[in-house]
């Protein structure tokens, strides 16, 4: 509470005295843009924010970096001085979700998808099983014999402690947490505006929502549409290849030709930017799994240059996920589909 009061009035502060210089130099890219209406978008670091200003309050979409904090509250800060009401999370990754905890010691309530917030508590578990986990190899492969039983709770001891040391910055995603949840779709009211929350399943992850403010007819997507390069689709957290497509085509089906699109990633879009992403990967799923079908092998397929050379030659593969990247999630996803594909 203290520190992130402390957040705020350095903000009040820097944004009074427009020494926004310093702030500026540790995030030169975080940048505001005014969307629509009172809708903006703050591009940083972490995924695109969105908020909508208003004599009601502040509604704001994701948080990016923790230590972002202080230059976007400086930015929100710079169009609307009434209080943060609503934060609500596309999803549970921590380039959206970093800067909760921060925020909720400004007064706001965070409201995401049930699946955001078992998905943080399972980061925190995650990382403390991978701790300890490391740990018990390392004091087993110093003590030797495995099998004896003196060395077995030396070693459990010794993981113990290792989980207990990460316990705390662990916990940090767990900070994080949503205070409301739901399960398909949320309507807010808010500053005369009706927006509504919907969930796509198994898209990106299996916590999407998408957020559309009818009023202003912009759309947030978080990560189910990114508009620089090709999708993550984290497979790892129930994100799947027909979840996306599917995410992508809701997505479009609810836009008009007119509405601004705010992506997880990348520059303001629209209804045809979606669409294209969709048709891509529609197409290299289908190809993909017609090789794999064939009986082609990874390498193969992964040499198979004039299947994706549209999007390449369009810079798909120069984001964070590359060409190989995203045929090795379309090829496992077809092996899945197929597992008999290749074999005699
Ligand atoms: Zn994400």
Do not use: W
């Amino acid at each position: 509470m203290y520190i992130s009061m402390r957040i705020f009035s350095l903000s009040l502060v820097v944004a009074v005295c427009f020494h926004f210089q310093a702030f500026a130099q540790d995030n030169p890219t975080l940048q505001l843009t005014k969307v629509q209406d009172s809708i903006y978008m703050i591009q940083g670091r972490g995924g695109n924010i969105a908020f909508q200003a208003g004599s009601e309050g502040t509604l704001m979409v994701d948080s990016q970096f923790a230590n972002a904090t202080p230059q976007i509250l400086n930015k929100i800060l710079s169009v609307t001085t009434q209080p943060l009401r609503y934060l609500v999370n596309t999803h549970h990754h921590g380039d959206h979700t970093g800067g909760n905890d921060n925020l909720k010691g400004q007064g706001a309530i965070v409201i995401a998808h049930d699946n955001v917030r078992k998905l943080l508590y399972g980061e925190a578990t995650k990382l403390m099983d991978k701790a300890s986990e490391e740990a018990y190899n390392n004091a087993m492969k110093r003590l030797g014999n495995e099998t004896n039983p003196e060395n077995q709770k030396l070693a459990k001891q010794e993981a113990e402690i290792a989980a207990q040391n990460i316990e705390e910055e662990a916990m940090k995603s767990v900070k994080n947490l949503p205070a409301i949840t739901f399960s398909r779709d949320m309507t807010f009211y808010h500053n005369g505006e009706k927006i509504m929350a919907f969930h796509v399943d198994n898209a990106h992850t299996q916590g999407d929502i998408i957020l559309y403010f009818t009023k202003a007819n912009v759309m947030h997507t978080g990560d189910a549409f990114i508009n620089s390069g090709y999708p993550f689709i984290d497979t790892n957290n129930g994100g799947s290849v027909d979840g996306y497509i599917k995410g992508l085509s809701r997505i479009f089906y609810v836009a008009n030709d007119d509405t601004k699109i705010i992506p997880g990633h990348g520059e303001l879009a629209d209804k045809d930017d979606v669409q294209y992403l969709h048709g891509m990967l529609e197409f290299l799923r289908d190809r993909v799994a017609y090789h794999v079908v064939a009986g082609k092998t990874d390498a193969e397929i992964l040499q198979i240059k004039e299947m994706t050379a549209e999007y390449d030659a369009k810079g798909f593969g120069d984001g964070f996920i590359s060409t190989e990247k995203i045929l090795q999630v379309l090829i496992a996803d077809a092996r899945k589909k197929y597992p008999t594909a290749g074999k005699k």
